[in-house]
């Protein structure tokens, strides 16, 4: 019996490998470099060949989340499998057995896709969040909306748009405000097409634009900031190291700063870490339970590190990684943990030196004054 899951990958490849190749003899055909042999399978212009390479392109990185079975990869699949055939219906050269090759095995993929839907669960192996996912989708439904629409009404601009070549062209240009002026819509249905693909352009396009590559900028700024902080406390010795933040340790940290006691925070959420920082603290954003990232913080000449996250759990996998770099690196440092709730006690006591109990803390303090 077929494995059609197992097989789809290779499909989708094979779809990818077609793509690139066809869009390379058309492009070949345009500059004037292929034989009278090839002239009947031209159609595409130039743009759209191109495109369509890239497409191809995409196509071959789906290869990995395809037989991970990762919910992106299905997704995004299906999304260029639509386009495939947007494409296809752009052409306007004659049926070919190299076509109708490329639809089979289009259409196979796009049945087995919906078929097992349900079997493409698993989370991206990128990572990428939704919202960028949805940012790329709401920048392939403006260019689509744009180049449909300018062809549908073509006549209807000065000079005519006739083919897909000057819709892409128009629509990039109209998108990002350019608006050169050597096309110009004519009619109050052309003018009116133009005015809300503008609206969706600068409302929509350069959001999901910024949405899209705005985590990669992020990550770029806070590797420099990263490197600047290494540089800041490479030099520190005999320091407190905290893992995690808790609101709960506020008043302790900001009594060590004003007493000039050298700590470092290692926070591994983006939000703490931007408020510590502007609060003026040395702050390291990373897991404490990455032994690089106690590593970079100067774990071997700390004289004691506190794990003061407000998540017990994650509080255990730090202690776990700090007993095993101490073994390791023949470290003498002492290990003492914020415990968030008194239930933890026996989980984590043969792995710190002291256990600050927050919730035992509390209540000795309220008691006390009842």
Request: charged content about 20%; proline content about 4%; hydrophobic content about 50%.
């Amino acid at each position: 019996m077929v494995n059609w899951t197992k097989l789809l990958p290779y499909l989708i490849v094979s779809i990818g490998l077609y793509q690139i190749t066809a869009g390379l003899i058309f492009i070949n055909f345009h500059y004037g470099y292929t034989s009278p042999v090839l002239k009947n399978i031209s159609g595409y212009g130039n743009v759209v060949s191109f495109f369509i390479i890239v497409y191809g392109i995409f196509l071959l990185f789906l290869f990995r989340g395809l037989k991970k079975k990762t919910w992106t990869s299905w997704y995004m699949a299906i999304t260029f499998i639509f386009l495939y055939f947007f494409t296809y219906s752009l052409k306007i050269s004659k049926f070919l057995p190299m076509d109708i090759i490329g639809i089979v095995i289009s259409a196979l993929a796009l049945v087995i896709l919906l078929k097992y839907r349900k079997k493409y669960v698993f989370p991206p192996i990128t990572k990428i969040p939704r919202e960028s996912l949805a940012s790329l989708g709401v920048i392939v439904f403006t260019m689509l909306y744009g180049i449909i629409g300018t062809l549908i009404l073509g006549t209807q601009f000065n000079p005519p748009i006739k083919n897909v070549n000057d819709a892409i062209y128009y629509t990039v240009e109209v998108m990002t405000t350019l608006g050169f002026g050597d096309i110009l819509p004519v009619t109050d249905l052309s003018r009116l097409f133009t005015s809300s693909l503008v609206i969706l352009g600068v409302a929509s396009f350069f959001g999901a634009v910024a949405t899209f590559f705005g985590p990669v900028i992020q990550k770029r700024v806070e590797n420099v900031v990263n490197i600047m902080e290494t540089a800041e406390f490479s030099g520190m010795k005999d320091h407190i190291i905290f893992c995690g933040y808790n609101p709960m340790i506020s008043s302790l940290i900001r009594e060590m700063k004003k007493k000039e006691i050298p700590f470092i925070l290692i926070v591994r959420d983006q939000d703490n870490a931007t408020f510590l920082r502007n609060d003026g603290y040395i702050v390291l954003r990373e897991r404490a339970d990455n032994p690089e990232a106690l590593k970079k913080a100067g774990i071997k000449r700390a004289k004691k590190v506190y794990i003061s996250s407000s998540d017990d759990g994650y509080n255990l996998m730090v202690a776990l990684t700090l007993n095993k770099l101490k073994k390791e690196l023949g470290l003498s440092l002492k290990i003492s943990i914020f415990l968030n709730s008194s239930a933890n006690m026996e989980t984590v006591k043969d792995f710190v030196d002291e256990i600050i109990d927050i919730s035992d803390m509390i209540r000795e303090r309220v008691m006390g004054n009842i």
